[in-house]
């Protein structure tokens, strides 16, 4: 059994009348890493009283890949040795600092730009 099937049955578990459109959403997966659908399909368990459809799926793959994307950077910050949680302080005194170049890079250039908008 691959990743994406044993996915698929997990998410069929919850919602058996799927189990009919299995062809279909195994299909649609073809091209989603492994780690995305099965987070994905965690996330609909979790958080949905009923089963998404395949298009409320494919696009909660995006925002599950972009919450990735911002739990490694988290990790990356957290384990960086050049900054304070991902700034670097330049005045302790009048807290002066900046995006660290390290671990934050694109922050890093958008502030050298003047583009830097703290979020
Ligand atoms: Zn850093």
Redesign the pocket.
């Known amino acids: 059994m691959t990743i994406h099937e044993s996915c698929f049955d997990r998410l069929a578990a919850a919602y058996p009348n799927q189990q009919e459109h299995r062809t279909a959403w195994l299909q649609s997966w073809a091209d989603l890493e492994n780690g995305v659908v099965s987070r994905t399909v965690d996330w609909f368990l979790k958080n949905w009283a009923r089963c998404p459809t395949l298009a409320e799926f494919k696009a909660e793959t995006s925002k599950e890949r972009d919450r990735m994307k911002i739990a490694s950077r988290r990790e990356q910050?957290d384990a960086?040795s050049?900054?304070v949680s991902?700034w670097v302080v330049t005045d302790w005194e009048k807290w002066f600092a900046h995006p660290?170049e390290?671990?934050?890079p694109e922050q890093h250039d958008r502030w050298l730009t003047g583009k830097y908008l703290p979020t």
Do not use: N
Request: charged fraction near 10%; aromatic fraction near 12%.
């Open positions: 910050t960086c050049y900054c991902g660290c390290a671990c934050r």
